[in-house]
């Protein structure tokens, strides 16, 4: 099947009150996993590969984002590709060349002026070039650490101003997750996501959702969130199945042996998150 945008999917997620969920790839048996997760779950999904990802391989996007792609099309689910977390312009100016639909840049690092101005310029560029981009308003207003650092939480005046500012299509908040997270426990600011839903006008972003239970995601769509991010889960279940794995079969070499109860568990784990995320009562 041919690629999906992901502003289509975003489009259609949003119209019906529902989300997408986008899952982060390191490996080729992540692409397969999700691919297989979301045929399984009669659903679409995003694969999304990290700068952190790129860097990993070397610093080179073409060899995962070819062969991602090309998971991607063979899959009969419909499946959008997107560039997370990139800081890099020269990483944000390689997504077109390689079927990217979407791409979160992220200047949350910066000072808030700085964020905005980068941003800005971010957005008029994958604009031109028919590229959706999502943002982070991660530092502002005088707060301590970034977007995703515990107690942290965004504003809906500073979401409204920092979209219109920078004419993202989609925004990262901070309402109560956190990155990495191996444990399900955290708790959400439902009423916050409403509100900033209605200041931003534009689909807000749930990162770090490894830890959110599932009740929680479920009750994060409703209030108004679009695109839920999982990268640690699927992390979480590769290793523990290749842990043991190994464990009862300690002397065993050939990878092919253990990869593939890590990548059925990756599939498991993310057809049971695109089921959350479908319209539903709380």
């Known amino acids: 099947m041919p690629l999906t945008r992901t502003a289509e999917l975003m489009a259609t997620a949003q119209a019906a009150g529902e989300a997408v969920a986008a899952f ?5 048996e992540h692409a397969e ?47 959008a590709l997107h560039l997370d977390h990139v ?13 990217f639909g979407s791409v979160m840049f992220d200047a949350s690092k910066l000072p808030y002026g700085d964020n905005v101005k980068a941003t800005a310029a971010a957005v008029r560029w994958g604009h031109e070039r028919g590229i959706w981009v999502e943002a982070e308003l991660g ?7 970034d977007a995703h650092t515990p107690g942290v939480r965004t504003a809906p005046a500073e979401a409204a101003a920092y979209v219109a500012d920078t004419g993202v299509d989609a925004l ?5 997750s956190t990155h990495a997270m191996t444990e399900r426990t955290a708790t959400l600011d439902h009423t916050l996501i409403t509100a900033l839903r209605e200041a931003a006008g534009v689909p807000l972003v749930l990162h770090g959702s490894s830890g959110v239970p599932e009740a929680e995601l479920r009750r994060a769509v409703a209030a108004g969130m679009t695109k839920i991010n999982v990268g640690t889960a699927l992390n979480t279940a590769y290793t523990t199945a290749v842990r043991t794995h190994l464990a009862t079969h300690p002397t065993r070499v050939d990878p092919r042996r253990y990869l593939v109860p890590a990548r059925e568990a990756m599939a498991e784990t993310v057809a049971a998150y695109l089921e959350a995320v479908r319209l539903r009562p709380c």
């Open 24 to 28: 982060n790839v390191i490996t080729l």
């Open 87 to 99: 800081e890099s312009t020269d990483l944000l100016h390689a997504a077109s060349a390689h079927d």
């Open 139 to 145: 530092r502002i207003g005088g707060k301590a650490g």
């Open 33 to 79: 996993a999700i691919a297989t997760g979301a045929e399984a779950a009669g659903a679409p999904a995003i694969l999304q590969i990290s700068e952190n990802a790129v860097r990993f391989h070397g610093g080179d996007l073409a060899p995962l984002a070819a062969a991602t792609a090309a998971v991607a099309r063979a899959s009969s689910a419909r499946l």
């Open 172 to 176: 990262a908040v901070a309402v109560g």
